[in-house]
């Protein structure tokens, strides 16, 4: 069993990685449903809280089914972030989580995410701010470093568990790669070894199989794996990867029918939340990942991406389950 303070999870959990624009509540809602063991909020902007913007509002919401679930934060200034650990708190997630490593431009040269690793002092003392403004367990996603000369990641774990986290969460790359290239586990592996280190250790960064899970399991000792782009569209990732690491086997992956009801799932939930307009718009991102690699489906997609009627995308969605229904597998 692996703890994170009070939150008791299963022998190597799987969680869901924080995504800014995708791991919104009718995401998560599909990800659960398909063996997420944890999830997160999208990130959630310190000063747009505190200013109490409605979209950095809106992502406060949980619902009762998500538990256990973290509200991960990011910021600049350690105030700002001490008071809106404060605010998350009253959400009643299971507890809270600081980015300390989203790379992209808006959020690191604004002195917030994976800008922190320049600035490791002042990191310790933002997580102190927040381990002390809040009961719940305070955890932490990060990457190795700024850039190849600076992989830090040692450091930053040994000072972050000494002043109070509960976990930490390492992405295998450092900020100046963004997305590019491999995921290096290798320091994440070193955590793992280092006798000062107790907390439990997740490792995130190209996991997109059930056989690379066993495999890092096995190489590098994390506790859990944190996946990301690899469950967008593809929820069943969860329960492909622990049905894997329990009995050997693959399980068959989802059939047409499973694509089109989660994407429907999705859709409605997308819908009631975010208002329609809204909801259809922000599922647009989503129908070229459920559908991947279906023959000839471009058409479909346009038609999904233009329409701004709910049962509209519901016919269609009816149409592609008829059309390719009769072709599976060879369809897929």
Not at 127 to 141: D, G, I, M, R
Request: include cysteine; hydrophobic fraction near 40%.
């Amino acid at each position: 069993m692996v703890r994170i303070g009070s939150i008791e999870l299963n022998d190597f959990p799987l969680l869901l990685a924080p995504m800014e624009d995708v791991s919104d509540p009718p995401f998560r809602a599909v990800c659960k449903a398909n063996g997420a063991d944890l999830m997160y909020t999208e990130f959630i902007s310190s000063e747009g809280l505190i200013r109490d913007a409605a979209k950095s509002v809106q992502k406060l919401d949980i619902f009762d089914y998500e538990h256990p679930i973290g509200i991960q934060l990011f910021g600049s200034d350690i105030e700002t972030m001490r008071s809106c650990a404060e605010i998350a708190t009253r959400a009643r997630p299971d507890l809270i989580d600081i980015n300390y490593g989203c790379p992209v431009k808006n959020v690191a040269c604004r002195g917030a995410g994976a800008a922190l690793l320049q600035d490791i002092p002042k990191m310790v003392k933002m997580t102190e701010a927040v381990v002390k403004a809040t009961h719940l367990p305070v955890t932490v996603k990060t990457r190795l470093g700024w850039d190849e000369s600076t992989k830090n990641i040692m450091e930053v774990a040994e000072r972050l568990q000494d002043i109070g986290i509960q976990a930490l969460s390492v992405h295998g790359r450092t900020r100046v790669q963004m997305y590019k290239g491999t995921a290096d586990w290798t320091l994440i592996g070193r955590l793992k070894e280092n006798p000062r280190l107790t907390i439990p250790i997740f490792g995130n960064g190209d996991i997109d199989s059930p056989q690379k899970a066993l495999e890092y399991k096995n190489r590098y000792g994390v506790d859990g794996v944190m996946i990301g782009r690899a469950s967008i569209g593809y929820p069943w990732i969860f329960n492909e990867i622990k049905h894997f690491l329990r009995t050997g086997e693959q399980l068959a992956p989802p059939t047409l029918a499973d694509r089109v009801e989660v994407c429907r799932k999705h859709l409605d939930f997308s819908v009631r939340w975010k208002g329609e307009i809204t909801g259809l718009l922000e599922m647009r991102r989503h129908y070229t990942n459920y559908f991947r690699g279906m023959n000839h489906f471009k058409p479909y997609r346009m038609r999904l991406v233009e329409s701004l009627s709910l049962p509209e995308i519901h016919d269609i969605l009816h149409e592609i389950a008829e059309v390719y229904g009769a072709e599976e597998p060879a369809a897929l």
